[in-house]
């Protein structure tokens, strides 16, 4: 397993266990549709998330969520209407980045809400 690969799963499990710590319950991982993957999608109350994780190490080239562009945004959309039409979901839909910086003394994961439509 690549060194990029592994850092894609931890990054993946922080998130999860951090959204998991926040009240939410995990329905799929790694979710993928044609071209599209996303990494978690959760449920609190009525509410099913789709949520990108984005982990970096340095700040150098900017913060974790500027690295989601408009073709991972629109692939997302894409599985995210297929999987709400696989389980006729009724409920409200949302699409949020939990970015996680790993910094020298910490770690900073933040859930950045309604990330785009």
């Known amino acids: 397993m690549s060194d990029k690969i592994k850092k894609g799963k931890e990054g993946e499990d922080m998130a999860a266990r951090f959204l998991i710590e926040k009240g939410f319950e995990i329905m799929e991982r790694n979710y993928r549709y044609k071209r599209s993957e996303i990494d978690l999608i959760v449920k609190k109350n ?8 984005k ?3 340095s700040d150098l080239y900017g913060y974790p969520e500027d690295f989601v562009d408009y073709k991972k945004v629109r692939n997302i959309m894409d599985g995210a209407e297929q999987y709400t039409f696989e ?3 009724q409920g409200n839909v949302r699409y949020d980045i939990v970015s996680i910086r790993l910094l ?14």
């Open 46 to 53: 009525n509410w099913l998330i789709f949520v990108e994780v």
């Open 87 to 89: 389980n006729n979901w």
């Open 104 to 117: 020298k003394n910490k770690t900073e994961i933040i859930q950045i809400e309604d990330a785009f439509y």
């Open 55 to 57: 982990l970096r190490s």
